[in-house]
């Protein structure tokens, strides 16, 4: 399985607005197979993504797709660790 989460634009933690567990086959359907698509956040423990200098806006919308890979769902071509991925120019 793999879940995809929609993240808040904030500089603080708990910045997650939501997440849901999909099969990978559902993700490729969602957003592409191209690799291109995807970047892996290496050393990420969190979907978490700093971007803003303010407070965080615990309202707004989603402003991040991102994509977590179990272990057991890795390959080759796409998702070849496991981990955190963010996914390039998708809109929650």
Same mark, same amino acid.
């Not at 919308?61 to 179990?70: M, N, S, T």
């Given at each position: 399985?793999?879940?995809? /989460?929609? !993240?808040? %634009?904030?500089?603080?933690?708990?910045?997650?607005?939501?997440?849901?567990? =999909?099969?990978?086959? $559902?993700?490729?359907?969602?957003?592409?197979?191209?690799?291109?698509?995807?970047?892996?956040?290496?050393?990420?423990?969190?979907?978490? /993504?700093? !971007?803003? %200098?303010?407070?965080?806006?615990?309202?707004?919308?989603?402003?991040?797709? =991102?994509?977590?890979? $179990?272990?057991?769902?890795?390959?080759?071509?796409?998702?070849?660790?496991?981990?955190?991925?963010?996914?390039?120019?998708?809109?929650?």
């Amino acid at each position: 399985m793999a879940t995809i /989460i929609y !993240v808040r %634009k904030s500089s603080q933690a708990y910045n997650t607005a939501s997440s849901r567990e =999909v099969s990978v086959a $559902d993700v490729l359907n969602l957003y592409g197979a191209e690799p291109s698509s995807y970047v892996y956040m290496k050393g990420a423990d969190s979907p978490d /993504i700093p !971007v803003d %200098k303010g407070p965080a806006k615990f309202f707004s919308d989603p402003a991040h797709v =991102v994509v977590k890979i $179990d272990r057991n769902e890795t390959n080759r071509e796409i998702f070849p660790e496991d981990g955190f991925y963010i996914v390039k120019e998708a809109k929650p």
